[in-house]
């Protein structure tokens, strides 16, 4: 299984990015794909996820509706739209995947079910 992200960069207050993760390797659609996000000196913290099978999908409390997870099934890539970015949003993205546990309530709180990980990417919001 492989995991390619590709997006990020520096952006003013407000503005928006688009982070990728195409995904190869897997057998079947029985697995998540989480987007979780690391800030120098702070734990890991998941943002997003979505099943792959069923679409199913689901957001930390800060993200507040300003990201968006999202599937192109033909390119097997699922994305995440940052919109209305802060500050504290600066952080490298790590897209993850795994079929141990599917997106739900607990999903954002377990990385350790998810073995399959992208290099990260950059996001950097600044005046």
């Known amino acids: 299984v492989q995991l390619v992200e590709s997006g990020g960069g520096l952006v003013r207050p407000g503005g928006s990015l688009t982070l990728s993760c195409r995904i190869s390797?897997?057998?079947?659609?029985?697995?998540?794909v989480i987007w979780f996000r690391q800030a120098p000196g702070r734990e890991r913290e998941g943002v997003s996820c979505?099943?792959?099978?069923?679409?199913?999908?689901r957001d930390a409390d800060f993200v507040e509706g300003r990201f968006a997870i999202s599937l192109d099934a033909p390119k097997n890539t699922v994305y995440l739209q940052l919109n209305n970015l802060k500050p504290e949003d600066t952080a490298t993205y790590y897209c993850?995947?795994?079929?141990?546990?599917?997106?739900?309530?607990?999903?954002?709180?377990?990385?350790?079910?998810?073995?399959?990980w992208g290099q990260g990417a950059q996001v950097t919001v600044v005046s």
């Open positions: 979505m099943n792959r099978n069923d679409g199913e999908k």
């Open positions: 993850a995947a795994g079929a141990i546990r599917l997106c739900g309530s607990t999903s954002l709180y377990a990385d350790y079910d998810y073995p399959h």
């Open positions: 390797g897997f057998t079947g659609v029985d697995y998540a």
